[in-house]
């Protein structure tokens, strides 16, 4: 018998003498290898001590303020003889009553990849700290940006040719001079890739760093740090259409530093703080720009945005009336692009009243030096929405990960293959009852699915709907009575175009249409995709500017944005795509798609004839149950098995093992 300690919230709890508590350990399961696993007990009780009842603040008395929250799991671990067996979260189901008075509290335990979903919780994508990558919006960014890197930002932020509103075309006719038509054209600037046509992307691994910051955790991955995960890419395409122009709310704003003699005013803070019993009715300001140039004005009430209204060139007294106010309130003025994002210059001046005849000022006139906003772009307000887990998740499934704890917020993350292969080889015949053994046969699927979402932009809706089956997807049927086995990724995927020129031949231009078969915006689930490399074509395609005396600039370079990790044939070793699919850059289909490298080995295994699920018995000795890990391979006799999931009772080292012949 072994002795086991539980720690609730660093504080040892009361457990029942005779209480076996089963721990369920299992990564993948063959029964649904589509979902990742962490270690969980069965339920179990625990007494109603005094211990217990102050670690959970009397629970079962409905009457106490500020009792514990169940719905939220609290951090715990288990020791068996004094060492740690494993860390995770402990989950409370209920309490058992008996004649008035609590008996035993029903709890459960949860490694730490369940409480990794509990710390991501419904946080979202643009939750996250990006503001390392954020960068002014102009000529010189966004240029930069089209065929290498945005400086400062670590080789992380790209302007790839992607389209979110118009349906770009290649027509070298000297006369064709629709704006779609992105040829370069001297003396043209009202067709091509307008600057603000395009979009940001960001580095996967900006990504994955700032959840790992947020969180306080740390990814051991060896995956995450490849060179080919670094080439990954999530478009920031939050709304449908353009980044700014047209959109509602145009851009970020900032502060305007208003300034004032006026004691009652905060020169500090750059805002009209209410310090009397008197409330203000009203503001009204006066906004002077250099030149005719759209911008907005937003007044903030204790850093909720009240009102925002737009303009072009100066204006005279533009009111905005307020609501009752206390004092400790405040407001304040900030000052933010609009339409196009074009950067403004902007004096202004503000006045401060105590009702709507303007009788009693408040505040003195604030008026400050002429205040200069640049459109920036502000890249965590850009990213798609999405929730963080489901993020995790999409890749986990895309690239058939495994997750596993190894404490102290720190998580083991790989490909299950490399995974398996880090396992040890364990000897295990003489702790295993080898004289009775069930044998059965796995749990086969009649259909085999990948997918990604079922996207409606333009290429891809069409190619769904002339084949059955999305580009990249993959389909399988077998001759079996059985389940159908998906796995559907989060992510939008995207068939590519490399342009004809309709006046002469294909180009050497790729690019992406987020557009619907009807030419409108498509938004879709997040976009990511491959930077293959940076392409010097011979095709000159026209970059319209934001400011200068020439507009239309000639451009021959681009990033290839791409479903495969390399930008010539000869070079690709990976594709986005479940199946094979042909590029349509390289012109030609690649084998090494995610089914392939990722998933293949596991299915093929499935699948085998000779694979077989055993199901023993045996007793561990402790140094066997602290060293034992999922990926380990058991030796029993003279076969090799993989550990499919197990049953391990902590009190007496009893163990139930599903197994699976390695094959």
Not at 306 to 326: D, E
Request: glycine share 8%.
């Amino acid at each position: 018998m072994y002795k086991v300690d539980l720690y609730i919230d660093g504080q040892r709890a009361d457990l029942f003498e005779d209480e076996n508590i089963e721990m369920n350990l299992s990564v993948q399961n063959i029964k649904d290898i589509s979902k990742v696993f962490g270690d969980f007990t069965n339920s179990f009780s625990i007494p109603a001590s005094k211990v217990n009842n102050k670690i959970f603040k009397h629970y079962y008395n409905v009457d106490i303020d500020g009792g514990y929250i169940s719905n939220l799991r609290t951090d715990a671990f288990i020791e068996v003889n004094g060492n740690l067996f494993r860390a995770g979260v402990l989950e409370l189901e209920g309490v058992q009553m008996k004649k008035g008075e609590p008996s035993s509290y029903n709890v459960g335990f949860y490694s730490n990849v369940t409480s990794l979903k509990d710390k991501f919780g419904e946080d979202q994508l643009n939750d996250l700290d990006l503001s390392a990558l954020d960068h002014t919006y102009n000529d010189t960014n966004i240029e930069a940006g089209l065929n290498s890197f945005i400086s400062g930002t670590d080789s992380s932020i790209i302007y790839p040719l992607i389209s979110p509103v118009r349906n770009w075309f290649y027509d070298s006719t000297s006369s064709d001079n629709t704006p779609e038509n992105i040829w370069y054209h001297n003396g043209h600037p009202e067709h091509g890739v307008f600057y603000y046509d395009l979009k940001p992307a960001v580095k996967l691994q900006k990504i994955i760093d700032a959840i790992e910051t947020k969180y306080g955790i740390e990814f051991q991955s060896n995956f995450f740090d490849s060179a080919d995960f670094g080439k990954l890419f999530m478009w920031c395409h939050r709304r449908a259409g353009y980044m700014f122009k047209g959109q509602a709310y145009g851009g970020p704003s900032e502060l305007i530093e208003l300034v004032s003699g006026d004691a009652t005013f905060d020169s500090t803070l750059h805002r009209f703080p209410v310090t009397s019993t008197a409330n203000p009715a009203l503001i009204s300001y006066s906004p002077s720009a250099t030149a005719s140039t759209n911008y907005r004005v937003d007044v903030f009430i204790n850093d909720e945005l009240f009102s925002s209204k737009k303009h072009t060139g100066s204006a005279t007294n533009v009111f905005v009336f307020l609501p009752t106010l206390s004092v400790g309130d405040y407001v304040d003025m900030r000052l933010a692009p609009s339409g196009d994002g074009v950067a403004v210059t902007v004096g202004m001046v503000a006045n401060w009243y105590a009702d709507a005849a303007g009788t009693t000022i408040l505040a003195a006139t604030a008026t400050p030096l002429a205040t200069t906003t640049a459109g920036i772009v502000t890249i965590s307000d850009q990213m798609p929405e999405q929730k963080i887990s489901d993020f995790i998740g999409s890749l986990v499934r895309a690239f058939n990960l495994v997750i596993v704890p190894t404490g102290n917020g720190k998580y083991d993350i790989e490909p299950l293959d490399d995974w398996y292969a880090e396992g040890s080889t364990r000897e295990v015949t003489e702790y295993i009852d080898t004289e009775e053994v069930t044998i059965g046969k796995p749990s086969l699927y009649r259909r085999i699915s990948f997918s990604y979402n079922e996207t409606e932009a333009v290429l891809g809706e069409e190619y769904r709907l002339q084949n059955d089956i999305g580009y990249g997807d993959l389909r399988a049927d077998f001759a079996f009575d059985g389940e159908e086995f998906e796995v559907e990724v989060g992510f939008d995927h995207m068939l590519f175009e490399r342009l004809d020129d309709l006046n002469n031949g294909i180009t050497t231009i790729n690019v992406g249409k987020s557009i619907t078969r009807e030419i409108e915006p498509y938004i879709g689930s997040p976009l990511i995709f491959y930077v293959a490399g940076q392409i010097r074509g011979t095709s000159p395609y026209a970059y319209i500017k934001m400011t200068g005396s020439t507009l239309e600039t000639r451009k021959t370079d681009f990033h290839l944005v791409s479903n495969v990790n390399n930008g010539t044939a000869e070079t690709v070793t990976k594709t986005l795509n479940f199946g094979t699919e042909v590029d349509p850059y390289l012109l030609q289909g690649f084998s090494t798609g995610l089914y392939n490298t990722y998933w293949k080995d596991y299915i093929t295994d499935l699948y085998d004839r000779k694979r077989r699920v055993f199901q023993y018995s045996g007793q561990l000795p402790l140094g066997l149950m602290l060293a034992l890990k999922i990926n380990d391979k058991l030796t029993i006799g003279e076969r090799n098995y993989i550990i499919n999931q197990m049953k391990l009772n902590l009190t007496t080292g009893e163990a139930q093992l599903e197994l699976l012949n390695d094959v």
